[in-house]
């Protein structure tokens, strides 16, 4: 199975400041028939289910602020929150699709410092 | 907009089976494009993917190997609609379920806390 580490597993942020999480896969996620990696960021608020952000570890899904963003390739990957709202207070996953079994990261506590 | 509807018990006891409905609004479990997954969430074992279902001319299905043999994931296409079978069930299956769209897991369920317990 491919391993997906979080880092940090927690991050406190002030109001308006960047946030940024940081998951590295244990193999290569980079899908050679699209050029793309097949890395996906969710946000997950306490009582609901995650929310998709970010899919082929840049492309944000419709709906989501433009303050996130994805970055990088192959096995290390950013989320990037450029200006921190009060809203954004969740736990953040990051996922692999490349190949089954589809895993998690184990999950960055973000809050406001 | 396409929705995921689901339901099933709340407790199940040891070594019984789980079943779990997810009803598809605003697309179609036959749909030629997208896959329909089965994910629980624990404090012991975090985001974990258990299997899909699929329909590309044919069904095909996928589990994940820590469930493999007591999993199954069944299309029913009358009732627009997948369902999760997880049988010989242990204390360690207690988790959150959800049902999802897709690879990057686009629409989600409700989640349904499930709990086993004697």
């Known amino acids: 199975d491919i391993v997906m580490t979080q880092s940090p597993d927690s991050l406190a942020v002030s109001l308006g400041e960047r946030a940024t999480i940081n998951c590295k896969s244990s193999h290569s996620i980079f899908y050679n028939s699209n050029n793309e990696n097949c890395l996906a960021w969710y946000q997950q608020k306490p009582g609901q289910p995650p929310r998709l952000l970010i899919y082929w570890a840049s492309s944000r899904e419709p709906g989501v602020p433009d303050r996130f963003s994805g970055s990088g390739s192959g096995t290390d990957f950013t989320l990037t929150i450029s200006s921190l709202q009060a809203e954004d207070v969740a736990v953040y996953y990051c996922q692999q699709y490349f190949i089954l079994p589809f895993t998690f990261g184990q999950g960055t506590k973000l809050e406001i410092k | 907009q396409v929705q995921l509807q689901q339901s099933g018990p709340r407790l199940v006891k040891p070594s019984q089976t789980l079943v779990l409905t997810c009803v598809i609004s605003?697309?179609?479990?036959?749909?030629?494009?997208?896959?329909w997954n089965w994910i629980r969430q624990s404090p012991s074992r975090g985001l974990e993917w258990l299997g899909r279902t699929y329909y590309r001319s044919k069904w095909f299905d996928d589990y994940a190997l820590s469930v493999r043999g007591r999993i199954t994931i069944n299309p029913d296409t009358a009732k627009n609609q997948f369902s999760l079978h997880l049988n010989s069930v242990t204390p360690d299956d207690t988790a959150v379920y959800y049902c999802?769209?897709?690879?990057?897991?686009?629409?989600w369920g409700q989640g349904t806390m499930v709990t086993v317990s004697s």
């Open positions: 999802s769209r897709n690879s990057a897991f686009d629409i």
């Open positions: 605003g697309d179609s479990v036959s749909s030629n494009i997208a896959t």
